[in-house]
């Protein structure tokens, strides 16, 4: 009977999810569209500007090259 839980490791070595402490939330930078200031942000705030106030931020295009196939 001892060699089953050793058996079963052996098999699926991650069988119980880990139970890691929740990440901290992402800050994001995003640029207001009135002043074009940065403002970072977290995703449980309310978007507005830090600077003067404005209620409409974009969110800056990656770097990462992105390509599709079309048809």
Do not use: W
């Amino acid at each position: 009977m001892s060699q089953q839980p050793n058996q079963y490791r052996q098999q699926n070595p991650n069988a119980l999810p880990s139970r890691d402490a929740p990440k901290a939330p992402e800050v994001i930078e995003y640029i207001c569209g009135d002043c074009g200031a940065k403002t970072p942000m977290k995703n449980t705030e309310q978007i507005r500007c830090k600077e003067c106030g404005h209620r409409v931020l974009y969110k800056p295009r990656t770097h990462r090259i992105v390509q599709f196939e079309a048809r």
